[in-house]
Every structure is written in C-alpha cells, then in structure tokens.
C-alpha cells in the first residue's frame, strides 16, 4: 500500500480531532486513511503547535477521609503565608517566619 503524505492540512484536522472530539487515534486514522502509528507520530510533532495537554488535580477523586486533612494543611499554608505578610508590614522589614502546623488533640485520660 503507498504511503500518503499527512499535509498540515491533515495535521491541524487530527488535532482537532484529537483534541475537541476526544477521538482516539484509530478513529482518525480511519478519517486520514492512514494508519494509527502516522497518527500517533503527527500528534507527537504538532502537540505544542496545535495542542497543549494539562495537567488538572482531581479533587472529586479525593476520598473524603483524606479532604478534611488537605482543607487543614492549605489553610495552615494560606494563614502562615498571610501572618509573615503582616509581621512584615508592621515592622518595615523581615520578620521572623512564621509557620502553622495541625496539632492533633489528644484525650486527656487515654491513649492518643
């Protein structure tokens, strides 16, 4: 079977297709009329012309036992980065750094 050229043409349809459509690369090889392991090569090629990948923290996969915990340490890290504004603004210079950590309680009368 000869080979077909991929033109830009077809590089910013796969793209999009990819990109837009969430179509696999079977399916816009199928399309091209080329095979998959072209398409995988030209996404590869054009991704930062035509595409661009992020990178997304998933929250809704967080198990709720573990939500509370990351709430806590980056409202630890908001309060710490908001008091060394203020100690800095109060005194005209560099403060001391001031760092809040979560301090688990422990019941008085039995084991931690």
């Known amino acids: 079977m000869p080979r077909r050229r991929i033109s830009e043409s077809d590089e910013v349809l796969a793209?999009?297709?990819f990109a837009e459509e969430g179509r696999t690369?079977?399916?816009i090889a199928a399309e091209?009329?080329?095979s998959a392991a072209v398409v995988s090569?030209?996404?590869t090629r054009v991704e930062k012309?035509?595409?661009e990948r992020r990178?997304?923290?998933l929250q809704e996969n967080v198990p709720p036992n573990?939500?509370?915990d990351l709430e806590t340490r980056l409202l630890a890290e908001e309060i710490s980065r908001e008091l060394n504004r203020l100690a800095q603004f109060t005194i005209g210079r560099p403060g001391p750094k001031v760092r809040v950590f979560n301090v688990k309680r422990r019941r008085l009368g039995g084991a931690g």
Do not use: D, H, N, T
């Open 49 to 51: 012309k035509y595409i």
């Open 41 to 43: 090569r030209v996404l």
């Open 55 to 57: 990178i997304c923290f």
């Open 66 to 68: 573990l939500r509370g």
């Open 25 to 27: 690369q079977a399916e």
């Open 32 to 34: 091209l009329g080329v």
């Open 15 to 17: 793209s999009y297709l």
